[in-house]
């Protein structure tokens, strides 16, 4: 940098004096710059002020920049705080806030405070003065099921007003009838991106479509079938509709309310009444559940059975009957013998293709209970009993005789003359 050591001789002394650079002997420290200073009294109380300087802060140091100024030019009050709405009972809102000062402080009694509030799509503020922490808007001055943002600031009797408080936003009351605020952004040279919005609690009832036209004569069409749908704010719907190859200034916009509805074929829907009468009887070791159709049938109805042990709801079975039929046989083999089991039915529509009947399953009906028959010893279980006492008896024949005719075949062929069992041949040997 290029900078410079001055010296000033004494405080009240505004004039200083440079200190001359000179090259050091013996100077072996790098980065070191020293200067000389050249004095002709040395006196006991004298003081030396040293200071750097380059050409900015010498014009700064200038005895011309040193002007006066008044506080009251630079003063200002604190900002309110607290700011806070409520809307009222006649839909007019009730803003409110705090002094900056403390109760017992006599600032208060000479502070005013600005108003400023505006809709939330205009850049302009209505602004309004009062001398109270109050102010109420009058429902006259604003729009229904629109949002607003107010601020408050705050000026003594002296100086200047102070910095505003922060922004408190509040929407307005829905009205029906009251058609939402249209807003349009040019995305490109034929493209407008023109959105609307809706409170959540009305847009359960009603929803809008977007109409256009392009000349005074023709008929409004709709522009957007399916308009993007987001939530806005958390109290609102947003809605968005994409507009493509459009000249801005002839084209005509129109929203229409209609209701927020769905259209469906009723045929796909049909929802019987549950079967009646369910009755269980045993036919040959075997159960039949049967049942009487619906009173008032609308189309062929086919029938589902849902079977389960009674300490046993949550593993039951389900059958299917054939189309029209009101019966089905439940095998006894399928059960566990002497066990209390209920049966309950429900009707279906026979499903097609096209233009026929189809729907939902009807409610269950009223549970049919009986309990299973005891176990039965068919001719196939005979067999298999009988085959499996032969094979334990053969099992237990063979386990004992085969180590008796073992134990035989031993002797006998110790008893069986042999030259290696010769006595001669031995004491020859």
């Known amino acids: 940098m290029t900078i410079q050591v001055w010296f000033k001789k004494d405080i009240e ?11 050091a002997e013996n100077a072996t420290e790098d980065g070191v710059v020293h200067c000389r200073f050249k004095t002709f009294v040395f006196a006991i109380g004298t003081r030396h002020t040293v200071f750097f300087m380059n050409n900015q ?15 009251v030019q630079h003063m200002r009050a604190r900002p309110p705080g607290n700011l806070s709405v409520s809307e009222q009972n006649d839909g007019s809102q009730m803003l409110q806030w705090s002094s900056p000062y403390p109760p017992s402080s006599s600032l208060n009694k000479n502070l005013t405070f600005q108003l400023s509030f ?27 099921g629109h949002r607003y943002e107010a601020k408050v600031r705050t000026k003594a009797s002296l100086g200047r007003w102070s910095e505003w408080s922060p922004v408190v936003i509040w929407k307005t009351r829905d009205e029906f009838g009251q058609l939402p605020s249209l807003h349009c952004v040019l995305d490109g040279e034929k493209e407008v991106m023109c959105s609307w919005k809706v409170s959540r609690e009305l847009a359960y009832l009603i929803t809008y479509q977007l109409t256009c036209r392009h000349t005074q004569t023709a008929q409004f069409e709709r522009c957007c079938l399916n308009p993007a749908v987001s939530s806005a704010r958390g109290t609102e719907m947003r809605y968005n509709c994409l507009l493509t190859n459009v000249d801005p200034e002839t084209l005509q916009l129109k929203l229409l309310l209609t209701h927020n509805a769905k259209t469906f074929a009723a045929h796909k829907y049909i929802r019987s009444k549950p079967p009646e009468k369910v009755k269980v009887r045993e036919t040959n070791g075997d159960w039949v559940v049967e049942w009487s159709a619906p009173a008032t049938a609308p189309s062929e ?20 009957s054939s189309k029209g039929s009101t019966c089905v046989t439940i095998l006894g083999t399928s059960l566990i013998p002497l066990q209390d089991y209920e049966v309950k039915v429900r009707s279906l529509v026979v499903p097609g293709s096209g233009s026929t009947y189809e729907g939902i399953p009807s409610e269950w009906s009223d549970p049919a209970k009986w309990t299973s028959n005891k176990a039965t010893w ?7 009993l009988f085959s499996a006492l032969i094979a334990a008896a053969a099992f237990l024949i063979l386990y004992h005789t085969i180590p008796a005719c073992q134990k035989k075949v031993v002797l006998w062929v110790d008893s069986v003359p042999s030259p290696s069992k010769s006595k001669t041949l031995s004491e020859i040997k």
């Not at 802060?57 to 506080?71: E, G, I, R």
């Not at 850049?123 to 001398?131: E, G, L, P, Q």
């Not at 109805?301 to 009674?310: A, G, I, N």
């Not at 068919?378 to 298999?384: E, F, G, N, R």
Request: aromatic share 10%.
């Open 378 to 384: 068919s001719v196939l279980k005979l067999i298999y």
């Open 13 to 23: 002394d505004n004039s200083s004096e440079l200190c001359v650079p000179f090259e």
């Open 57 to 71: 802060t010498a014009s700064l140091c200038s005895p011309s920049q040193h002007t006066s100024q008044d506080l």
């Open 118 to 144: 505006r809709h939330q799509a205009e850049d302009t503020w209505i602004t309004k003065t009062v001398a109270t922490t109050r102010m109420t808007i009058k429902r006259q001055w604003l729009l229904p």
């Open 301 to 320: 109805l086919f029938y589902q059975v849902s079977y389960y042990r009674t300490k046993d709801q949550g593993s039951s079975l389900q059958l299917n």
